[in-house]
């Protein structure tokens, strides 16, 4: 059901068309070049970088990313778990460094996503 979604290619860094080829360079994010994307499509050459300047946008959507993990986390450990509002702030602040990779990727996947169309699934 998840794979050849738009979702799929989000998540498990897949072209958002073919949903074949790898999008970075590197799957994982916490690796020391996390930030090579391909120019092209491996699998079916779409462009990764319609136009210069293309993924500035998708700053505002790693914020969104970071905003919800903010807020589910303070919902679980502060309102749910009873911990001390200064304790979840100094976990927080070092787990949102840590993550900043993982969400700098995602955000250029969705980013990407929303702009291509996914290739019509075929069916056997
Ligand atoms: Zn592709």
């Known amino acids: ?3 050849n979604s738009r979702l799929y290619s989000v998540l ?6 073919c949903h074949q080829g790898d999008f970075f360079v590197k799957n994982s994010a916490f690796s020391r070049h996390f930030d090579r994307m391909h120019e092209h ?5 779409e462009n990764f970088m319609p136009e210069p300047g293309f993924y500035w946008a998708s700053m505002f959507v790693s914020y969104a990313f970071y905003t919800i993990y903010t807020l589910i986390t ?11 509002l200064d304790y979840y702030l100094m976990g927080l602040i070092p787990t949102l460094v840590l993550l900043t ?20 699934q075929q069916r056997i």
Do not use: E, Q, S
């Open 101 to 120: 990779p993982f969400f700098f990727r995602m955000a250029r996947r969705t980013w990407l996503t929303i702009f291509i169309k996914p290739l019509p």
């Open 12 to 17: 498990f860094n897949k072209c958002p068309r």
């Open 1 to 3: 059901m998840l794979a």
């Open 41 to 45: 499509c491996p699998h079916c050459d």
């Open 74 to 84: 303070f919902g679980i450990v502060v309102v749910w778990l009873g911990v001390d």
